[in-house]
């Protein structure tokens, strides 16, 4: 038995560490393990269903891609504060009198600066996709590039061609002519365990990427330890100032979740 199985209570403690909210699911999502969705059910009975199957397919995935479980629930704390929801995550509403122009005036679904005053009176303009107008307010889309699901995935960083493990299924290329492509690689990366296993998959690709640079022998010391390479899963580079605050950020999720324990 893999031994996270049975550090999977602790696991799952902490993952309660890290998230203070909690997303009740059913364990009714295709498993590839039986022992995980056993172990999602067990869980489940407890009211937090959500934490259990993340805990549940971190596992799964941790052992398909030779990496600790604890890593990927830090980085999707970090993420995404561990919400499934995909419009739970990229939603964000802004109250009309703190707006510098009326709501109605943005136009819907396009990338633009919207400023906005805090209750500080700071002002602040971010780069944000308006969605709706919800009574009289302004309700956005905050997601940097439109990253989806827990592990936030960019539509770019889902590889095309790649065979779901568990169903079969293979990732379409995405076609700019054809927004059916778009919106099939959408709903495969929004489903949750999907979602998991991409970002998951992309964290061992980083691990190669920065401890692997000539590809025919990597560095020991880089591939055990995540802080040489983490954060290149948020910037895209091994390292530098933006990518070591990354890391800091991640561990000090890691960290949270290590030192709690249910009262």
């Not at 059910?41 to 259990?52: K, S, V």
């Not at 005036?105 to 969605?131: A, F, M, N, T």
């Not at 100032?241 to 000090?252: G, L, M, P, Q």
Request: proline share 6%; glycine share 8%.
């Amino acid at each position: 038995m893999n031994l996270w199985w049975i550090l999977a209570p602790w696991l799952w403690q902490a993952a309660i560490g890290v998230r203070a909210e909690y997303q009740p699911q059913y364990c009714d999502h295709p498993f590839h393990r039986e022992s995980a969705k056993a172990y999602c059910e067990a869980t489940g009975l407890d009211g937090r269903e959500w934490l259990a199957r993340f805990v549940a397919w971190s596992i799964e995935e941790a052992d398909r891609f030779g990496l600790d479980p604890r890593l990927i629930l830090a980085v999707a704390a970090n993420e995404s504060l561990l919400g499934h929801d995909q419009l739970e995550i990229c939603r964000m509403t802004i109250a009309a009198r703190r707006l510098e122009r009326a709501p109605s005036s943005y136009p819907r679904g396009h990338r633009q600066e919207i400023c906005w005053h805090r209750d500080s009176g700071e002002r602040v303009c971010r780069k944000l996709i308006p969605l709706a107008v919800v009574d009289g307010d302004l309700l956005v889309n905050p997601c940097a590039f439109g990253e989806i699901g827990t592990m936030q995935i960019r539509q770019h960083e889902i590889p095309a061609g790649e065979v779901v493990p568990w169903t079969g299924e293979v990732i379409p290329e995405l076609d700019p002519n054809d927004p059916a492509t778009r919106e099939a690689r959408l709903r495969i990366a929004s489903d949750p365990h999907v979602n998991i296993w991409l970002g998951t998959r992309a964290l061992a690709g980083v691990r190669e990427y920065c401890c692997c640079p000539g590809r025919d022998r990597c560095s020991a010391s880089c591939w055990g330890d995540y802080r040489q390479w983490l954060g290149a899963y948020n910037t895209g580079h091994c390292s530098g100032e933006t990518s070591d605050r990354y890391e800091r950020k991640v561990t000090a999720r890691w960290n949270a979740a290590a030192e709690y324990r249910l009262p």
